[in-house]
C-alpha cells in the first residue's frame, strides 16, 4: 500500500508539471477579468468571473455539484457578490476538505502607478503581474490545478477518489464579506467538511512555504472631529479659536507613544513562537526610504503580528489645491486598529473610543462612526490536517515549512469556525512578501505557485488516503 501510494504520488508530481502551463493560462484569463467588489465598480464584471469558474470547475468532471449563488447582506433584502460553489461527497470513510478563496479582487489605482495595465496579466523576471494574480486568483487557480493534477493521476494510477471535496470561491472578500455569514448558514450541507484551506495568506519567502497560524484581529471606523459650527477666515479668528484640523491632529497624535508604539490602554499583547527577522530584511519588503526608521518596541515580528497596530487611511479634508485661508470647522478620518491575536474586537473599540474622548483638546466635539470588528484567530495546529499539510509543503517545496503569523485580519475565518466547529482551519497561501498584493503592480512568483499547486495535490492525496 504504501509502495502504491509513492507511485501515485510521483504521478502528481509528473502530472502539475505537464498541467502547469494550462494552469498559468486560467490563471491568466482570469485575471484578465476586473472583478473588482466595490460598490463603485460595475458588478457585472464580478459575476463574470463567478461564471467563468464555475465553467472550469464543470470541465473537472470531478464534481456532483457546481453553482453560482448568492446570500442576503445582514438582514436585508440586497444580495451580495456571487460566489462559486461545488461539492463531490465523500466515500469509504474519507475525510471532507473544504477549499476557499476569493474571485474578487480590490481596484486598480491610477494606470499610471502599473508598470504594465493592471488587468493585462504580463510575465517579468519569473513573476505574473497583474490585479489578483497573487490575490487572490491565484488562490483558485492552486485549488483547481491541484485538483485536477489529482484527478488525472488517480485515473492513469487506478485509484479511487474517494475523497470529499468542496469549494467555496467567494465574490466579496475585498469587501468585507458582508454576506458571508448567511452564505455559510444557507449552504451549510454543501459546504460541511472535516477540515479547510483557507489559501489567502503568504509565504515566508519564495523558497521557503508557511503555514499561517496566527492573525491579528481588525477594528475600523469613522472619526469625526469638529470644533467651530462654520468655517472662519483664518488671519481674523487664528490663534484665538481652534480649528478641526487643529483638534484631529492633537487627538490623533495621542494613540502612539514617541517611538510609534501605540499607545492606548487597554489594548494587549499576545505571546507568539517568532522566527527570526531583522531590520536589513523589514526595509526591503516594506519599502523604507533611506533614513526612515521603524517604529515601535521590542521584535519586529512581534510588532506586525502580536502587538496592536494603528492607521489612519483615509481623511476628509480640503485638499491643497483647493486650500483657501479657512478655519475648517471639523474634520473626519478613517482609523484602522489591528489588534492581538485573543483579544475581543469589541473590548479594543471601547478602548481607543475612551482614549480618543480622553485625549480630545480644547473641548473638540468627537463622534464616532461605522464601526466594523473582525475577529483575530489562532490556529489550533495538534490536528492530524496541520500534520498532512505540513507534510506536503516540506515535500513540495523540499524544504521544512514555517509557522508564521500574518498582521493582516481575515474575520470570516471566526465564522467559519462558528459554523463549522469541528473543522480544522489550514491558512495557506500563494503570496510572497514582494508580491504587492493590492497595490500597484501586484504579481506572483511563478515557482512558488507551481510548488503550491504541488503541495496541495500531494495534500489532497494523503486525505485521499485517510479512514477517519
Known amino acids: 500500500m504504501e509502495q502504491d501510494q ?55 468532471g470531478v464534481f456532483d455539484t457546481v453553482d453560482v449563488r448568492r446570500a442576503p447582506i445582514g438582514d436585508t433584502e440586497e444580495m451580495g457578490q456571487p460566489a462559486v460553489v461545488a461539492r463531490r461527497e465523500p466515500k469509504n470513510g474519507r475525510p471532507t476538505v473544504l477549499l476557499y478563496a476569493h474571485h474578487d479582487v480590490q481596484p486598480p489605482g491610477k494606470d499610471e502607478d502599473w508598470d504594465s495595465p493592471a488587468f493585462e496579466p504580463a510575465e517579468r523576471n519569473g513573476r505574473l503581474y497583474g ?13 483547481l490545478g491541484a485538483i485536477r493534477a489529482f484527478a488525472a493521476a488517480a ?8 475523497l470529499g471535496i468542496a469549494l467555496f470561491i467567494e465574490g466579496e472578500e475585498e469587501w468585507a464579506s458582508q454576506s458571508f455569514g448567511n452564505f455559510l448558514r ?10 479547510i484551506v483557507v489559501a489567502d495568506s503568504s509565504n515566508w519567502d519564495t523558497e521557503t512555504p508557511a503555514l499561517t497560524v496566527a492573525l491579528r484581529g481588525a477594528v475600523a471606523f469613522n472619526l469625526r472631529v469638529d470644533t467651530l459650527d462654520h468655517a472662519s477666515h483664518s488671519g481674523m479668528f487664528g490663534g484665538a479659536v481652534p480649528d478641526g484640523m487643529l483638534a484631529a491632529v492633537r487627538t490623533l497624535n495621542s494613540l502612539w507613544d514617541a517611538e510609534g508604539a501605540v499607545a492606548v490602554p487597554g489594548l494587549v499583547t499576545a505571546d507568539l513562537d517568532l522566527p527570526e527577522y531583522g531590520e536589513e530584511r523589514l526595509r526591503e519588503e516594506a519599502g523604507l526610504l533611506e533614513g526612515v526608521t521603524s517604529i515601535g518596541r521590542g521584535a519586529i515580528l512581534s510588532r ?27 474634520v473626519r478620518v478613517r482609523v ?41 484567530f489562532l490556529v489550533d495546529t495538534s490536528g492530524w490536517a496541520v500534520s498532512d499539510v505540513r ?52 504579481s506572483l ?14 495534500f489532497l492525496a494523503r486525505l485521499n488516503a485517510r479512514q477517519l
Open 6 to 60: 509513492t507511485a501515485f504520488e510521483a504521478g502528481i508530481r509528473a502530472t502539475v508539471a505537464e498541467q502547469f502551463p494550462r494552469t498559468m493560462s486560467d490563471l491568466a484569463d482570469l485575471v484578465r477579468i476586473p472583478s473588482v467588489s466595490w460598490p463603485a465598480f460595475d458588478a457585472a464584471h464580478v459575476a463574470h468571473s463567478a461564471d467563468a469558474i464555475a465553467a472550469l470547475l464543470r470541465e473537472s
Open 131 to 143: 490585479r489578483g494574480a497573487a490575490d487572490d486568483k491565484a488562490g483558485v487557480m492552486s485549488h
Open 155 to 162: 485515473e492513469a494510477a487506478g485509484t479511487d477518489m474517494d
Open 186 to 195: 444557507e449552504n451549510r450541507d454543501l459546504l460541511a467538511a472535516d477540515a
Open 304 to 330: 506586525q503580528w502580536a502587538q496592536p497596530a494603528i492607521t489612519l487611511t483615509g481623511i476628509d479634508a480640503p485638499d491643497v489645491a483647493n486650500a483657501s485661508n479657512t478655519l475648517i470647522p471639523g
Open 336 to 376: 484602522s486598529a489591528r489588534i492581538a491575536p485573543g483579544q475581543d474586537p469589541a473590548i479594543a473599540y471601547a478602548a481607543i473610543e475612551a482614549h480618543l474622548r480622553a485625549n480630545a483638546p480644547f473641548g473638540a466635539h468627537l463622534s464616532f462612526e461605522d464601526p466594523d470588528f473582525g475577529q483575530a
Open 391 to 442: 507534510g506536503a509543503m516540506a515535500d513540495a517545496w523540499e524544504k521544512e515549512p514555517v509557522d508564521i503569523g500574518v498582521g493582516g485580519s481575515i474575520p470570516f475565518i471566526a465564522e467559519l469556525v462558528e459554523e463549522f466547529p469541528g473543522a480544522q482551519i489550514l491558512v495557506t497561501g500563494v503570496e510572497d512578501p514582494d508580491g504587492r498584493a493590492h497595490s500597484p503592480n501586484e
Open 445 to 458: 512568483h511563478i515557482e512558488s505557485f507551481r510548488k503550491s499547486v504541488l503541495t496541495e495535490a500531494l
